[in-house]
């Protein structure tokens, strides 16, 4: 699996973004997707994470309320709505795929990984 973040760029405080992720290779429905995050001088930090059924998602405590994670398996695409933007939400965002973890926060549990989109939320 071969995946591709798109949609990232600057934004004022309290702004929106939508990140398109998208997918090519065989049984993309079948991979549990999460979005992870990393700031300049922090780890990697987990964003949000979709099952391979769209069944239940999980958030990080800091985006909840705010962030809205969706797939369509039709168009082998991971979406990430971010809502309420504030300048700590400036990162680099990942788009990753897993085939056993439904609901996994770990980096090391995905599978494979995008290239990444920058997201700049000036104050």
């Known amino acids: 699996v071969q995946l591709q973040a798109s949609g990232g760029g600057l934004v004022q405080a309290g702004g929106s973004l939508r990140l398109s992720c998208a997918a090519s290779g065989p049984s993309f429905s079948s991979y549990n997707m999460g979005w992870f995050r990393q700031a300049p001088g922090k780890e990697r930090e987990f964003v949000a994470v979709i099952s391979w059924r769209a069944g239940s998602t999980y958030y990080a405590d800091s985006m909840k309320g705010r962030f809205t994670i969706s797939r369509d398996n039709a168009k082998n695409t991971v979406y990430l709505q971010m809502n309420g933007l504030k300048p700590e939400d400036t990162a680099v965002y990942y788009c990753?795929?897993?085939?056993?973890?439904?609901?996994?926060?770990?980096?090391?549990?995905?599978?494979?990984w995008g290239q990444g989109t920058l997201v700049t939320v000036s104050s």
């Open positions: 990753a795929a897993n085939l056993n973890y439904p609901n996994s926060y770990y980096p090391n549990e995905y599978d494979y």
